[in-house]
């Protein structure tokens, strides 16, 4: 089975990574910059991309040949983030191309691999913090980009429902990692954050498409 997994280099893409060799996943390890990517053996294959560049996309789309699980991990923060009458919808359209556009535009270049696959996932790397049933004032760029993606979540899985796609949107939690950190001390390990995405992107083909979960498949209200 292939995976691709964006934002590959650090934090959870990287873990990810790991745990999807560990599962028997040979990866692309989605980079921007491919000196950045730790050497983790043959079955990891770094694969230059910017998910806020199309023509990036567009020549990573050219290297594949299969794609089985495709984890919409990379993502920002911050960068002129603030609270939502402060922010600027700069700031949001800044976050929107990479958090919301990029994993839209990969999903759609890759919508044939995907469809030919006997396996076919989609992992959203959302946040529930982007719930609109609890959502506060903590950074506008980042929420409505992340609201963007749950939406995206819902069409997307609609969409390759009948080719057997499972599109989901998970949360890791809040982390120990460059993003965690941003927030201040005391996110949990990704070795832990990552299970969620392990549980979307291995899925079996009677499990849930169009959702939005946490680790152990606990439903996060939209
Ligand atoms: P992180 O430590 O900041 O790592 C982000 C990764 O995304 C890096 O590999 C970065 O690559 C890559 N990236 C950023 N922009 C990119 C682009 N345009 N094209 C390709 N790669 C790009 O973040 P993290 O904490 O691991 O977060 C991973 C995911 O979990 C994100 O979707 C985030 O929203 C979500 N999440 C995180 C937390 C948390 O507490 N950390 C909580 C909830 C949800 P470079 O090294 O090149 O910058």
Redesign the pocket.
């Known amino acids: 089975m292939q995976a691709l997994v964006?934002?590959?280099?650090?934090?959870?893409?990287?873990?990810v990574t790991k745990q999807l060799v560990d599962r028997g996943f040979a990866v692309w390890a989605?980079?921007?910059?491919a000196a950045?990517m730790p050497e983790l053996g043959d079955r990891v294959s770094p694969l230059r991309?910017?998910?806020?560049?199309p023509r990036?996309i567009a020549r990573a789309r050219a290297e594949l040949d299969s794609l089985d699980v495709l984890v919409?991990?990379?993502?920002?923060?911050g960068a002129g983030d603030g609270p939502v009458l402060d922010c600027g919808v700069e700031a949001v359209r800044v976050q929107i191309?990479?958090?919301a556009f990029?994993p839209w535009r990969l999903v759609c270049a890759c919508a044939d691999l995907l469809r030919a696959s006997p396996r076919g996932r989609v992992v959203n790397?959302?946040?529930?913090?982007a719930s609109l049933a609890t959502m506060t004032d903590i950074g506008a760029a980042?929420l409505t980009s992340?609201l963007a993606l749950n939406g995206m979540t819902r069409m997307l899985a609609d969409a390759l429902r009948d080719d057997g796609v499972l599109v989901n949107a998970v949360?890791?939690?809040?982390?120990?990692?460059?993003?965690?950190?941003?927030?201040g001390p005391g996110?949990r390990p990704?070795s832990e954050?990552a299970a969620a995405v392990l549980w979307a992107a291995t899925l079996p083909d009677n499990g849930p498409s169009g959702g939005f979960f946490e680790e152990g498949g606990r439903v996060v209200p939209w």
Do not use: F, H, Q
Not at 6 to 15: K, P, Q, S, V, Y
Not at 72 to 77: D, E, F, S, T
């Open positions: 964006t934002g590959a280099n650090r934090g959870l893409g990287l873990e989605g980079v921007r910059d950045k991309l910017d998910v806020a560049d990036s919409n991990n990379a993502a920002i923060i191309e990479t958090n990029g790397v959302s946040s529930s913090a980042y992340k949360c890791p939690g809040w982390l120990d990692t460059e993003m965690g950190a941003s927030a996110g990704v954050g």
